[in-house]
Each structure stands twice: as structure tokens, then as C-alpha cells.
């Protein structure tokens, strides 16, 4: 057996050992805050890994639906989608050298930015599979970009299977700010479901002293609403685990676990 392949397959049961923690679908722009007076190009990238972890990243197939929703119009953006190789792993991540020759598929997109408004991106990946919980996953994913001072619509549902909308708004966060959302699942609210929040350790400065401190997990009220306070500064994900009914694969049905995730950046304090 080659070297390639026994590399791959190292890095699948590294994938299935890690399987335990929270994967999330990224979404996340280059800007979450635009104060020009100008038009302004924005690009955004969908990456499926372990945010906090930096790392495995994983194969991310060309998404169901990638759109934008401002003043209440929703456009088609799926054309606007490029295929883009992502590192298996962050180069501060242990396993980076034995795999910093590999590289996983995702997606960017840009989009330019004419008017005032917030601009509510959203993406519909494929369903992903996954062995070791014996069930699918969506992770149906949103993030909001605030246009020229407009400073409205943030709260506007988009009308997605799955979604989070915020009480608190998702931008202009100091860390430390509380974080509030409510959670539909297919329109309805959702209560009693957990929520896995993470961080994106994008520079790998977060070392967590115990497994249980990678994820965070808070509960939705009776009323689908849930809290989190910001620790620290940075691009957080919210991931509620709601329940999308069964699926048929080879055969046999498994559950679909129909997540609802949005991302947030909150900003350090001033000195």
C-alpha cells in the first residue's frame, strides 16, 4: 500500500476519532461591518471543520442553496460559488505537519455591496453523513453583514428549514455583550434543544484545559430562545441541534439532525 493512501486513511479514522466534537459549517465575510460611503466588495467563505480545534477540515460538497436576503428580497447567489482547497488542518495544530500537504474542498463567493441595509447570507449544504453517530447532519448556516450604517433587518426571518434569529444584534458586539437568539424549526419555535457554541481559534492563542471546554452548551427556553455571554473577542458559531425527521440510505433509515447555525464577531475592549 502506497504512502498516499495510508496517510488518507490515517487521516479518516483521525476524522472518526474527533467526530465527538462539534463540526460546524463557517460562513464567514471579510467584512461583518461596512462604514464606507462607497460600494464595497465583500467575500465570504464556507468551510466545514472544527472551528476550534483548527481542525481536521472537511470535504464540503457544492451546497443545496447559497443566497442573500436585505430589505426582505432574497437573490440566488449559488452561481457566485467557487471551489476553494482549505487545509486539513491550521498550522498551529499538532497534526498540521504530518498533513500540511493535504487540503479539503470549500467554498467562497463575493458579492458586491450597493445600498444601505443588512445583508443576511445564508447557505443549504448537502446532507453529511456521519458514521460514527449513525445519522445525517444539515447545517443550515447564516451570517449577517451590516451596509453603510443601515442598522436594520437583522431580525428579519429568512424563511430557512432551520434558523437562529437574533435577539441580540449580530453585530457591533464588544466581547463580554450577551448574545441572545430564537430558534424555528420550520417556522415554529424550538424549545428545549441544545446549543453548541464555539469559537474560531483562527490563530490557535485558546488552549481549552479539558475536552468539555472545546464546545460550549447552553439549552433553548419553552420558548426556543436561548443566552450565551461573549467570553472574549473574535467570530463565534451557534449550532441547535433540532430534529429533521429520518432518511433513507442503503437501504436503512437514519435520523437527520437539522441544525441551525449563525455566526457572530464580537470585538475586544477598548483599553
Known amino acids: 500500500m502506497g504512502k498516499k493512501w495510508i496517510m488518507l486513511i490515517c487521516l479518516a479514522w483521525l ?10 459549517v463557517m460562513l464567514l465575510p471579510s467584512d461583518d461591518i461596512v462604514n464606507s460611503e462607497e460600494e464595497h466588495m465583500v467575500s465570504l ?8 480545534e483548527g481542525g481536521p477540515t472537511m ?9 442573500v ?13 467557487k471551489p476553494i482547497k482549505f487545509p486539513i488542518f491550521a498550522s498551529w495544530n499538532p497534526n498540521y505537519s504530518q498533513y500540511k500537504d493535504k487540503t479539503a474542498t470549500a467554498w467562497e463567493a463575493s458579492y458586491h455591496l450597493k445600498r444601505p441595509g443588512d445583508y443576511q ?19 443550515i448556516t447564516k451570517v449577517v ?9 437583522w431580525d428579519e426571518p429568512i424563511g430557512l428549514p432551520a434558523e437562529i434569529i437574533p435577539l441580540t444584534r449580530p453585530y457591533g458586539l464588544w466581547a463580554g455583550n450577551l448574545f441572545r437568539g ?26 481549552p484545559p479539558a475536552d468539555c471546554m472545546v464546545t460550549q452548551v447552553v439549552k433553548t427556553d419553552n420558548n426556543g430562545v436561548f443566552a450565551y455571554n461573549i467570553p472574549w473577542s473574535g467570530w463565534w458559531g451557534f449550532s441547535v441541534l433540532g430534529n429533521g425527521g429520518t ?14 447555525v449563525i455566526w457572530i464577531k464580537a470585538y475586544p475592549l477598548s483599553d
Open 121 to 139: 447570507f445564508y447557505v443549504i449544504p448537502q446532507p453529511y453523513f456521519e458514521p460514527a453517530e449513525e445519522k445525517f447532519i444539515y447545517q
Open 15 to 24: 476524522c472518526v476519532a474527533i467526530s465527538a466534537q462539534a463540526h460546524f
Open 59 to 67: 470535504e464540503m460538497a457544492k451546497p443545496q442553496a447559497f443566497g
Open 45 to 52: 467563505k464556507c468551510v466545514f471543520t472544527h472551528p476550534m
Open 247 to 260: 432518511k433513507v440510505y442503503k437501504g436503512k433509515p437514519y435520523p437527520i439532525e437539522l441544525d441551525a
Open 145 to 153: 453583514v451590516d451596509a453603510f450604517g443601515a442598522e436594520e433587518g
Open 182 to 207: 430564537l430558534v424555528l424549526i420550520n417556522g415554529k419555535p424550538a424549545p428545549n434543544l441544545e446549543v453548541e457554541v464555539e469559537y474560531y481559534n483562527q490563530d490557535g492563542k485558546v488552549h
Open 69 to 81: 436576503m436585505v430589505k426582505g428580497e432574497k437573490s440566488d447567489l449559488l452561481f457566485s460559488l
